[in-house]
């Protein structure tokens, strides 16, 4: 009988030692859990920083301020986020190369837009030196004048200042323009699933270029589209 006991002693011994061990585990696991979902959000929030810090220090946008812009005869308001992003060539004038020259041409095509045109501002939404610098147009928040009434309220529309039939833009501007289109998704302008066009696939033209638009069409969310009337 005692013998029976001293069983009974020791495996309840062991059930406690037993138990005493599950908890600890239990407790390491559930401590090991909390700090991997700190660790994986604390990721997530540094490569969210670190891509936003990235794509603004990358870029170097011109106010229209800066560049001398004349005041619009007026502006409709863009909803955003916008769910396109159209590509442009200005065609004429051909490539600038650095800040001075650029600001001169924008001008210049703002006043052929205004002018000339007869619309109410220059068209497009923003203008891509050779320099690598990003011009203001009509910003983010105003619908442009650049890609036809079906498409302008639901685009942002950047324009490649040269003309790139039969040449490609330089890095500098090609960087450049990428990183806008980054940044205008992380100010939730555009849409995180966006589609990437050139002008020629929704409007009747060779714009952005031959050459340019061989390269877009590798561009992160282009998508194939065949222009017809609308």
């Known amino acids: 009988m005692l013998a029976q006991c001293q069983v009974l002693n020791n495996m309840a011994e062991k059930t406690k030692g037993h138990t005493k061990y599950t908890k600890k585990v239990t407790r390491r696991a559930l401590v090991g859990a909390v700090v991997s979902v700190v660790l994986v959000a604390g990721a997530v929030l540094l490569v969210y920083f670190l891509t936003t810090t990235m794509a603004e220090s990358e870029i170097n946008i011109i106010s229209r301020a800066e560049w001398g812009a004349r005041p619009p005869k007026s502006r409709v308001n863009m909803t955003s986020p916008v769910p396109y992003v159209i590509i442009h060539h200005s065609y004429e004038p051909d490539v600038c190369l650095n800040r ?72 500098e501007a090609i960087s450049a323009g990428k990183a806008l289109i980054l940044l205008g998704v992380e100010k939730k302008k555009v849409v995180t699933n966006y589609t990437l066009y050139g002008h020629r696939q929704v409007r009747p033209t060779e714009c952005p270029g031959n050459e340019f638009f061989k390269l877009v069409t590798q561009w992160d969310h282009w998508k194939p589209r065949n222009y017809t009337a609308e």
């Open 100 to 171: 001075s020259q650029c600001e001169k041409y924008v001008r210049g095509i703002q006043n052929f837009h205004m002018d000339t045109r007869g619309w109410d501002d220059i068209g497009y939404n923003f203008l891509v030196g050779g320099s690598g610098d990003v011009f203001e147009g009509r910003g983010w928040d105003v619908v442009g004048a650049q890609a036809g009434p079906d498409w302008n309220s639901r685009s942002i529309g950047i324009c490649f200042i040269g003309n790139f039939t039969d040449k490609l833009p330089p890095k």
